[in-house]
């Protein structure tokens, strides 16, 4: 179908819960993606951090081939080979000793809220109160349903939708002392991403998430951290968390975790996640063998493969470093930061108009926070002379200052 009939059949029947750019995308390979008219585009987005691996990886192609072919689905009322497997491997690699697989980030933080509340009913001991309050971020993200658009520390996603979950606090990020001032005798939970990604790409100070944690264990509250979008090799290891020297009690995953494929996860330690008991959670396509197959190569290659972690890691530092230079003679950068291959370039100015003249020169980048943060989430296979290429457009259209 030629892209404007696709587009105008997109404004015919699918709901305006998107301001989509007149693009079709039709292919992709690696760090490129290609329009239903042929134009070739470098994608920063990335799927909004899914495609670690870039487009259409072999191993999660063929894996999903031959998954395919073997067995799409059937209920998680049996065992699902897949999905043990991809669960022996994230409890291998990370804190956690027990998996939950859903479909998504809000997904994934619905099981974890769920989880924290019935584990604080259980371990109420003597006390006379219920413990159900979950502390979170001011400019956080945590997804769209009711419940995570409450958790959601931003009015702008609320609003319209009121009335909101009850039990929900809100304190301002990298701050350790609103955090213990906001606790109450209700308070049975601290949920927070390590880097605030739709917020702005917002890094804590290294002591911020230690301070958290110490605080949790002084009183006795679970630390959920939200790596919806900085894990899976993200911002350089497997995990955000590991770069802090602290482990969460619950952690939240989806985004990266299937490599395309939508798949989400909650995983926790044994002594959290045994308050979930049969009945208390579930999910039809949670754990589905087509998408565990996409996720087991997904992890295999980032874990395995040894080098995608500290090419991340290379290639982030040089991302930053070539956009910090352009810091030096573009007066409308505040700032540059990112951890990883998630990286924030803040203006003084609303972005929007870069975003799409960069899709005009055929490069997909995307802007958060307020509008004013262009945001660069590239596979982590991408290389220098891709990055060398965005920052030279980047630097050609700033001084054009659109
Ligand atoms: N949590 C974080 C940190 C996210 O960045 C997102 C999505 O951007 C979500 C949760 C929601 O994930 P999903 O869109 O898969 O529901």
Redesign the pocket.
């Known amino acids: 179908m030629e892209a404007r009939k696709i587009i105008e059949d997109s404004d015919r029947y699918l709901m305006h819960t998107y301001n989509r750019f007149p693009v079709v995308l039709r292919k992709g390979r690696g760090v490129k993606v290609w329009g239903a008219d042929g134009k070739e585009y470098l994608d920063f987005v990335g799927g ?1 951090a899914v495609n670690v691996l870039g487009h259409c990886h072999p191993k999660v192609v063929i894996a999903l081939q031959k998954q395919a072919q073997r067995l799409l689905h059937v209920s998680n009322l049996y065992h699902i080979e897949p999905q043990v497997k991809l669960a022996r491997i994230l409890v291998t690699h990370s804190f956690a000793d027990k998996v939950f697989f859903c479909n ?4 994934a ?1 619905e099981a974890a809220m769920k989880l924290a509340r019935k584990y604080a009913k259980e371990h109420s001991g003597h006390r006379d109160h219920d413990r159900y309050e979950i502390i979170t971020a001011l400019n956080s ?4 349903t009711l419940a ?1 658009i409450t958790a959601t520390g931003q009015e702008k996603f609320q609003k319209g939708f009121e009335p909101l979950m009850p039990g929900f606090k809100y304190v301002p990020f990298n701050d350790i002392q609103a955090l213990e001032a906001a606790l109450t005798r209700n308070t049975c939970a601290v949920l927070l ?1 390590p880097i605030q ?2 917020g702005g790409v917002k890094l804590p100070s290294e002591e911020y998430l230690k301070q958290v944690r110490e605080l949790c264990d002084r009183h006795d509250l679970l630390l959920i951290l ?1 790596e ?2 900085t894990g899976i090799g993200r911002t350089g290891k497997l995990f955000a968390y590991e770069h802090y020297g602290i482990t969460p009690d619950i952690m939240t995953l ?2 990266g975790l299937g490599g395309g494929a939508p798949i ?1 996860a909650m995983l926790a330690t044994d002594r959290v996640a045994a308050a979930f008991k049969p009945g208390n959670h579930a999910s039809t396509f949670g754990g589905n063998p087509l998408v565990c197959a996409a996720a087991i190569a997904t992890l295999e290659a980032v874990i395995e493969d040894g080098f995608i972690l500290d090419h991340c890691n290379r290639m982030g530092n040089y991302l930053v470093e070539r956009l910090a230079q352009l810091k030096e003679y573009h007066q409308q950068i505040m700032e540059v930061r990112g951890r990883g291959l998630l990286v924030g370039m803040e203006l003084t100015r609303d972005g929007m108009p870069i975003v799409t003249a960069c899709l005009e020169r055929g490069i997909l980048i995307n802007c958060t926070g307020g509008g004013n943060v262009l945001r660069f989430m590239p596979p982590l296979t991408v290389e220098e002379k891709d990055i060398d290429h965005v920052v030279g457009v980047l630097d050609e259209l700033l001084e054009k200052a659109l």
């Open positions: 909004v998504s980030g809000a997904e933080n993200f945590h997804g769209r995570t991403e990604g739709e939200d919806v979008q989806a985004k989400g």
